[in-house]
Structure formats: structure tokens, C-alpha cells
């Protein structure tokens, strides 16, 4: 009932034309966006700018994904709107090392939300054989703050600087990752920029695959997707493609549990229903390759139903960014961008150089929560040999997939929370 007061509040606050307390009505997340859509869309005179006097870099590291470029354009406009000069570097680390630096202004950004891949160019190089020419570097252009906008390396590469912060004082600035790769495999967030537009991209792949079975009856889809040795895409694309099977690295599997699914899928034939797909991730098992568990279906459904395979390849990365990471990139750089700015306003005209854990940050969403974790908390909650969070909350969807592909399973939906009342005071932002 609280709902239904506040959704009519909303209407009665319009026709009043209390604007203000209509647009609080609408909640945390709608006041967030229209904050941020206001700063980004509208370039205040150079005149209503205070300089803050601070330079601030932003960096994109790691493979491309769709949604840097939104980020980008965010951090940047943000930014400026803050009194900060824009610093762009190209090339990831190895550009930075070799001084491909440059300001960025409010207009080269523009049009930048809709663009796929990264414009500024980025490398999966890390930073840790140039920290000599890295800290000259920000010597030479005075940088007080560093945005990363990358993949797993470009966590690697954060911990590497907050490392030599000890040899290296120029590296003692406030430095803050915003999580942008295909696999989702970095720590500390649930998300990454561009996750959901690869998820859009193998969802739409393998409704094509399924769709050129409809001809040819009893016809299995072997379909291997990136992500490393993260799951994610192949989890989720399994979940929304309808697939029979996907086979991961964090849920080990054996040649019982291939012969289950083969025997599953013959049973399935038998049925109105005459084609199957299975979704392997591509380093899920060294041994079980993408051509063995062809090869084995094929030769398992002999007589009974025959075998294509498809490796998705580079085209997961996606075109054009969807609606979510756009949004999503440009939310979440825009909130990186005002940690930095409340970082250095606090340190203003107290000389202090940033030492502490809690200058080295990874923003990530947990849950519905924005959230800054120092990396030197995160290390603890990383697998550094096989590039993943020890824990990940979409794990608890697996047996949903074996559920509605007609497995016996069970699924635990027993998540303990309390009813809550509607938000209306001053809080920290909505996620997204």
C-alpha cells in the first residue's frame, strides 16, 4: 500500500507542479539518473566553473567491450563539470608509459555512447615492467587522480601500482577502477560494462542456430562461448537460449555426466520437441574440448539425432553497446568520477599524499549497492591462477537451468530478507 500511495503521490505532486518533490517521490534511482543525465547533457559556462586545479587521467585497459566508450564519455564530462582538467591516454599502459597523453575536452566525447569497442584504444599489457616511465609521466603532466576502465588486467594492473606506491610516490594519488569485460570475472562487482551486451549477442546467435534446426528434425548445437575460465555467459546464455546443458569450470564435470545429458537428449527426441543445444564455456575442462564432446554426441546419437558445432568467437564482443551498458557505463563512471573529486577536495591545501588502502578502489555493484573495495581487501576474494572471484552469486542459478531443460533438481530459494519500507530520505544512490 506504501507503493501505491507514493506511485499516486507522484501524480498528485505534477498536477501541483511541486516538480522537486515529485522527482523524490520517484525514488533514489530516478533522482540518481536525472542528477547525472543533467550533468552530462548540459555544459555549464566556463564562468560558473570553479577549476579545481586538479588533473585527472582515464585510462582503459584490458581487452574492448562495449560500454567503455559511454564510460569514458561520462568520466570526462563529469569531470569538467567538476573544475577538473580531462587527461585521455591511449593504448592502455603501454601508451601511458610512452607518454600518449592528451586533454580531453567536453565536445571530442560527444556521440561516444553509442560506439562499441574502445575509441581510446586499449592493451592487456600491465603496468608492472613500466612503473620508471609511468611515474615519470605523471610527473611530467601533474596528474592528481587515475580512472581504470578495464577488464581483470586492469585490476591486476591497479594492484601493481598500489604496490610500488612505496618506491614510487607519484603513484600515492587516488586511483579507482570502474569493472568494463565480456567475462564478468572481476572481483568485488556482480557486473562489468559489457557483459550484458556479449549475453545479448549469444542469446541472439543461438536463437538463429536453433531456428536453422527447424527444417532438419533431430539435430543437437554444440556452441562454445569466451569468458575465460569464468562461466558467466555461458551460465546465463544457456538460461535465456533454452539449452539443454552448459558445461563451466567452476561446476566440474565427468564423462557420467556427459553420458547422462546424451542420454537426456535422446529421450528428448523421442518428444515433439527434436533439437538440443549445449553450451560449453572454452576453458571449462582442458580434456573435454569443444571437437571431443562433438564427437562424442555424435558418435553416442548415432541413428537417433546428428551434431553441429559453432565456435562464437570475437563476435561476442558485440557492436554497439545495449541500452544496459550504456546506462550502466555511464552511471558508474559518473560516481567514480565524484570518489575522486571528494578524495581530492578532502586532501586540498593539507599536502598529504594518499597512502592509505581505502585511495586504491574497485567500484563495483553488489547486490543493489555501489560499492568502493580497496584491492588489498579483494585480493583475499581472488583466484589469481584462473582469473575469477572466488565467489559468485550466479552459481545459484544452475540448477534453474537443469530445472527447465527437465532435470531432476532442486532449486533453494531460500534467500532470508525482510521487508522493507519505501525509501524516501537521503541516502546513498541506487545501483543502477
Same mark, same amino acid.
Not at 558445432?309 to 570475437?314: A, F, M, Q, R
Given at each position: ?111 561516444? !555512447? ?5 575509441? $581510446? ?24 587522480? $587515475? ?49 550484458? !551486451?556479449? $549475453? ?89 574440448? !569443444? ?24 563476435? #561476442? ?12 557505463? !555511464? ?35 553488489? #547486490? ?49 530478507? #525482510? ?14
Amino acid at each position: 500500500m506504501e507503493c501505491v500511495q507514493m506511485t499516486q503521490g507522484v501524480q498528485k505532486a505534477m498536477d501541483e507542479r511541486r516538480f522537486s518533490n515529485a522527482v523524490q517521490l520517484r525514488g533514489r534511482s530516478f533522482e540518481g539518473n536525472l542528477s547525472i543525465y543533467k550533468q552530462l547533457a548540459i555544459k555549464k559556462p566556463d564562468s560558473q566553473i570553479t577549476k579545481s586545479g586538479f588533473n585527472v587521467a582515464v585510462i582503459n585497459v584490458g581487452a574492448p567491450a562495449a560500454g567503455m566508450n559511454a564510460a569514458v564519455r561520462s568520466a570526462v564530462r563529469v569531470g569538467i563539470s567538476e573544475g577538473h582538467k580531462m587527461f585521455a591516454i591511449y593504448d592502455g599502459f603501454e601508451g601511458f608509459a610512452k607518454g600518449q597523453i592528451k586533454e580531453i575536452g567536453w565536445s571530442d566525447v560527444g556521440g561516444w !555512447t553509442g560506439q562499441g569497442g574502445s575509441i $581510446l584504444g586499449t592493451k592487456r599489457i600491465l603496468p608492472g615492467k613500466y612503473l620508471e616511465d609511468i611515474a615519470a609521466q605523471i610527473r611530467t603532466h601533474s596528474i592528481n587522480a $587515475l580512472l581504470i576502465i578495464g577488464g581483470f588486467e586492469g585490476y591486476l594492473g591497479l594492484l601493481e601500482l598500489s604496490a610500488a606506491r612505496g618506491k614510487h610516490e607519484e603513484f600515492c594519488v587516488p586511483m579507482v577502477m570502474v569493472p568494463a569485460t565480456v567475462s564478468n570475472n572481476v572481483p568485488g562487482s556482480d557486473f562489468s560494462i559489457g557483459a550484458d !551486451t556479449a $549475453l545479448n549477442t549469444i542469446t541472439d546467435t543461438c536463437d538463429r542456430i536453433k531456428q536453422s534446426a527447424s527444417g532438419t528434425k533431430r539435430r543437437v548445437f554444440i556452441i562454445e562461448t569466451m569468458g575465460g575460465y569464468c562461466g558467466y555467459l555461458a551460465n546465463m546464455g544457456a538460461l535465456a537460449a533454452g539449452a539443454d546443458a552448459a558445461y563451466i569450470f567452476e561446476e566440474p564435470f565427468d564423462i557420467r555426466d556427459l553420458q547422462s545429458n546424451v542420454e537426456h537428449l535422446t529421450e528428448k527426441m523421442k518428444t515433439c520437441i527434436q533439437r538440443g543445444l549445449v553450451i560449453r564455456n572454452e576453458n571449462c575442462n582442458e580434456n573435454y574440448t !569443444t571437437d571431443f564432446i562433438y564427437q562424442l554426441y555424435s558418435e553416442e546419437g548415432k541413428g537417433v539425432f546428428d551434431c553441429r558445432k559453432n565456435v562464437l568467437g570475437h563476435m #561476442q564482443q558485440g557492436g554497439a553497446p545495449s541500452p544496459f551498458d550504456r546506462n550502466f557505463g !555511464t552511471k558508474i563512471s559518473a560516481r567514480a568520477m565524484q570518489w575522486i573529486t571528494g578524495k581530492l577536495k578532502e586532501a586540498q591545501g593539507k599536502g598529504r599524499k594518499f597512502v592509505n588502502d581505502d585511495s586504491v578502489c574497485v567500484l563495483g555493484i553488489c #547486490q543493489r549497492n555501489l560499492l568502493f573495495q580497496p584491492v588489498a581487501e579483494l585480493k583475499e576474494k581472488t583466484d589469481f591462477e584462473h582469473r575469477i572471484p572466488k565467489e559468485q552469486w550466479w552459481l545459484k542459478l544452475r540448477p534453474l537451468m537443469k530445472i527447465l531443460a527437465k532435470y531432476k533438481a532442486s532449486y533453494e530459494v531460500s534467500d532470508m530478507s #525482510q521487508l522493507e519500507h519505501v525509501h524516501t530520505g537521503p541516502e546513498e544512490p541506487a545501483a543502477i
